[in-house]
């Protein structure tokens, strides 16, 4: 686990992914580095296969060919069991439409990842009220999704996807939805908490001011990641 620590080891890396949906070509080679704590923006027309590579990225859709290396493990060779575990423990996702869970309180919500990992009720609650505070909705907690504003459904997912502690945020698009006063509370949310937690963001969107947000910029086109890597 030390190679997180050396600044030249990347923390995620994609290598020469290939995606197909049935015939659609999607990914067509994408390779990627994702540093620790780094803030990296993928932008890109809608089409270009950015949510694809989010999702290949953290687990979530199997690449057709290439790899994806998290730390010294290869995420296409882990079992279910392991990946699932990745996904409680080390990543975080936040997509444009929060995805909360509606029938649960915003507490419940937020506490939900700590309990599926097995801790106490009352040590849940209350680190998800932690979070709540920092991100400015304590005060919604026993609301559900359906009763929250945008920006309030955002700071909520951004509050579940912190809440573990995780090395890496994947953000799809977390402003798509929202005004631009709002997007930039979101942003500024996402962006203090990683730098305070040392999390990793991988932040996808077509949107500039979201991307500005970023310390670094990549570009996708056609299914590639386009090869001006420049390190701010
Ligand atoms: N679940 C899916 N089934 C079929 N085609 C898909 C699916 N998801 C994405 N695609 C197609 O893959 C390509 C890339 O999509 P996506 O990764 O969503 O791009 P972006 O996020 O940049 O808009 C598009 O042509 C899209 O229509
Ligand atoms: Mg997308």
């Not at 990543?91 to 990842?113: K, M, Y």
């Not at 730098?195 to 310390?215: F, I, K, N, P, S």
């Amino acid at each position: 686990m030390n190679t997180y620590r050396d600044e030249a080891v990347p923390l995620l890396s994609a290598r020469g992914l290939v995606k197909a949906y049935g015939r659609t070509p999607a990914l067509r080679g994408a390779s990627l580095d994702l540093h620790a704590g780094e803030i990296l923006a993928v932008t890109g027309p809608s089409g270009s296969s950015k949510s694809t590579l989010l999702h290949c990225l953290a687990g979530i859709v199997r690449p057709d060919e290439g790899t994806v290396s998290y730390g010294d493990e290869t995420l296409s060779g882990l079992p279910e069991a392991r990946l699932g575990e990745l996904r409680r423990t080390d990543f975080g996702v936040v997509f444009q439409f929060g995805q909360l869970i509606p029938e649960l309180t915003v507490r419940d919500n937020v506490a939900l990842p700590l309990l599926l990992g097995g801790l106490g009720r009352a040590q849940a609650g209350a680190r998800a009220d932690e979070w709540l505070e920092r991100f400015g909705v304590r005060g919604q907690r026993e609301l559900r999704p359906g009763e929250l504003s945008g920006g309030q459904a955002q700071r909520v997912a951004l509050a579940r996807a912190l809440v573990t502690g995780p090395r890496v945020v994947f953000a799809d698009e977390p402003t798509g939805a929202l005004d631009s006063l709002s997007g930039e509370q979101v942003m500024t949310a996402l962006v203090g908490a990683a730098r305070e937690t040392g999390a990793a963001v991988l932040l996808v969107t077509h949107d500039a001011q979201t991307a500005a947000y970023a310390g670094r910029e990549v570009r996708m086109a056609d299914g590639t990641v386009e090869p001006a890597e420049v390190t701010a």
